[in-house]
């Protein structure tokens, strides 16, 4: 069943403009709750498909949400190799540097596949708001790759605030994750 846009409207206004109560305990790293812009920086890429979606988001982080926000690149329209990318976005929030990251190729679902490949980093590829709030409260994806040949830029700005709005569920939820994670040490 397809979701109604008064349903997107509705998920979208209980995410971002109610308060958030405290996140349950979780021992799932690094995915735990929203993120504010005083929590650290977000990192950013795309590809050149994805650059100017990642320029729109980027100065949409900066100059409306008040987010720092690191920029992997690419700077420029040139042709280039989306996993090249994904690697530097998925590593900045694996070491720390960046708590979330972002990253926009033409599908996003190639991005999603090489940012998975670095540990620590649950990467969701995301199609509109339901999918982002699942990956966030089910997933806790740290980080979301969007298609720009998919998602426009008005949808594309709406998930990404609240995708960085929603915070892990924990609860049953910590349990499929943390099998996830053991995934990699094996």
């Not at 979701?3 to 998920?11: G, L, T």
């Not at 100065?59 to 409306?64: A, H, M, P, T, V």
């Not at 996003?108 to 980093?121: K, L």
């Not at 708001?129 to 008005?154: D, F, I, K, P, Q």
Request: aromatic share 4%.
């Amino acid at each position: 069943m397809p979701i109604e846009r008064r349903d997107i409207e509705r998920i979208v206004r209980d995410v971002v403009e109610t308060a958030v109560p405290d996140e349950p305990e979780t021992s799932v790293p690094g995915h735990q709750g929203p993120v504010s812009a005083a929590d650290g920086r977000i990192a950013i890429g795309s590809d050149h498909g994805g650059f100017e979606l990642k320029e729109t988001l980027r100065r949409y982080l900066e100059d409306e949400l008040g987010y720092s926000v690191t920029d992997v690149g690419v700077h420029d329209g040139a042709s280039c190799d989306y996993p090249d990318y994904a690697l530097k976005v998925a590593k900045a929030v694996a070491d720390g540097s960046c708590v979330r990251g972002i990253m926009i190729d033409g599908a996003g679902i190639g991005s999603s596949m090489a940012a998975n490949r670095v540990p620590g980093v649950l990467a969701a590829c995301c199609h509109d708001v339901a999918t982002v709030v699942n990956s966030r409260e089910h997933n806790g994806a740290n980080v979301l790759t969007l298609g720009s040949g998919v998602v426009a830029r008005g949808l594309a700005r709406q998930m990404v605030r609240t995708w960085l709005a929603t915070g892990f569920g924990g609860g049953r939820h910590e349990r499929r994750v943390k099998k996830i994670i053991d995934m990699e040490r094996r």
